[in-house]
């Protein structure tokens, strides 16, 4: 008994939730998916030696993941990681051409806001929690991708501030972009939450700050980290806040 009302209490305290976008809320590998598959077609990729979009995503993942690192870290612009993603991928498949690169580049940042999908019940369960809290958005991704996802999705109707890393100079896990939101948004870390996908990125970095968290655990990862709260899925949501 006693413990059910100090959990109460706790939960209680919040009044600020900061949403991570991609990979929490946006379903950031099918989005990418079907923008390859556009991006297959209309360059033929095919008969240029890219076996299927599949091998061509197996790459561009691989070369992604390493790039976002580096741009993470601020060790490579957002320019060179947008083109050299896909430079490096093409050059897997033995083409080597800068031009198309960029081509395809462009189209990217372009088409992939487009291919909206989101994770179950993302609606549902922001409009839940913005009947008894003040949401906020909180993302490392490009200032202009990101912005057109969340109009492509009708998310932006959820959210008091949206809080990218561009604006704010510095990416998350840096304890300065929670400084920044704290500051922009007038909330304190003892009376916010962090709901993410990342255990680094969203959870190590809420926790630096003092900020509670909740991990969206939708691969049921195991992990050796002490989030707040976790969950496999956003409907689970309701029942903690
Ligand atoms: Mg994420």
């Not at 890219?50 to 320019?79: A, C, M, Q």
């Not at 940042?109 to 291919?115: A, D, E, F, V, Y």
């Not at 490392?140 to 990101?146: C, K, L, T, Y």
């Not at 996908?197 to 630096?208: E, F, M, P, R, W």
């Amino acid at each position: 008994m006693n413990d059910y009302f100090c959990r109460m209490n706790e939960i209680k305290k919040y009044k600020h939730l900061f949403i991570d976008l991609d990979r929490t809320l946006w379903d950031f590998e099918k989005s990418a998916q079907q923008t390859f598959e556009t991006i297959y077609l209309k360059y033929n990729l095919k008969k240029l030696g890219v076996p299927s979009i599949d091998e061509f995503d197996k790459y561009y993942t691989i070369h992604n993941n390493r790039l976002w690192d580096y741009y993470r870290k601020g060790e490579i612009k957002k320019e060179i990681l947008s083109v050299q993603r896909f430079e490096l991928t093409l050059k897997d498949f033995l083409i080597v051409d800068e031009k198309l690169a960029k081509y395809i580049a462009n189209d990217y940042i372009n088409l992939s806001p487009t291919m909206v999908n989101l994770f179950p019940y993302t609606h549902e369960i922001l409009s839940y929690l913005k009947s008894k809290y003040t949401l906020h958005i909180i993302t490392n991704g490009f200032e202009e991708v990101q912005q057109n996802k969340l109009d492509y999705a009708s998310l932006r109707q959820y959210f008091t501030h949206i809080i990218t890393s561009e604006m704010a100079g510095v990416k998350k896990p840096e304890p300065e972009i929670f400084d920044y939101a704290f500051q922009i948004t007038k909330a304190s870390a003892q009376e916010s939450l962090m709901i993410g996908d990342d255990l680094k990125v969203d959870i190590s970095g809420a926790q630096a700050v003092g900020m509670d968290q909740l991990f969206v655990n939708y691969d049921k990862i195991k992990h050796s980290e002490n989030p707040t709260f976790e969950v496999n899925g956003l409907k689970e949501i309701e029942s903690l806040l």
